[in-house]
């Protein structure tokens, strides 16, 4: 054995009786690496977090973009799907193609007035009112 070899071992001995445990240098240098990989795995996942993150931001900004320099309103954007730049294109082309179906189309209003009707003042007495309610 060698001198340093020969010291681990005593040391080990000599650890061993009070009940502590001692590590080899190969032991040792395995903990560290194993914890500096660790270390290094949640710096790379939180990287790739927030990689992902400002991807999804930018991507939202250049559909804006994309919707105002068509003319269309930006809540649109909601209806995009952003996911990858393939997907972005599709449905960019699907809401530009219903945009080109009627260009000058005012939304369509399916009914105006009151939603509870309309109350007309003739022939209506406000004493039956007051009747009507128990007043």
């Given at each position: 054995?060698t001198?340093?070899?020969?010291?681990?071992?005593?040391?080990?001995?000599?650890?061993?009786?009070?009940?502590?445990k001692?590590?080899?240098?190969?032991?040792?240098?395995?903990?560290?690496?194993?914890?500096?990989?660790?270390?290094?795995?949640?710096?790379?996942e939180?990287?790739?977090?927030?990689?992902?993150?400002?991807?999804?931001?930018?991507?939202?900004?250049?559909?804006i973009?994309?919707?105002?320099?068509?003319?269309?309103?930006?809540?649109?954007?909601?209806?995009?799907?952003?996911?990858?730049?393939?997907?972005?294109?599709?449905?960019?082309?699907?809401?530009?193609?219903?945009?080109?179906?009627?260009?000058?189309?005012?939304?369509?209003?399916?009914r105006?007035?009151?939603?509870?009707?309309?109350?007309?003042?003739?022939?209506?007495?406000e004493?039956?009112?007051?009747?009507?309610?128990?007043l």
């Amino acid at each position: 054995m060698t001198e340093n070899e020969t010291n681990t071992s005593n040391e080990g001995m000599e650890n061993s009786t009070s009940g502590e445990k001692s590590f080899t240098q190969e032991e040792v240098n395995r903990i560290v690496q194993d914890r500096l990989a660790k270390e290094k795995s949640k710096g790379n996942e939180e990287l790739k977090k927030r990689t992902a993150e400002l991807d999804k931001r930018e991507r939202r900004m250049n559909a804006i973009d994309k919707l105002r320099e068509n003319g269309l309103p930006d809540y649109l954007v909601d209806a995009l799907n952003m996911e990858t730049d393939e997907a972005f294109k599709t449905s960019m082309d699907a809401v530009m193609k219903m945009k080109g179906e009627n260009p000058e189309a005012e939304p369509h209003v399916v009914r105006t007035g009151n939603p509870i009707g309309v109350v007309h003042k003739t022939g209506v007495d406000e004493n039956d009112l007051k009747k009507a309610f128990g007043l």
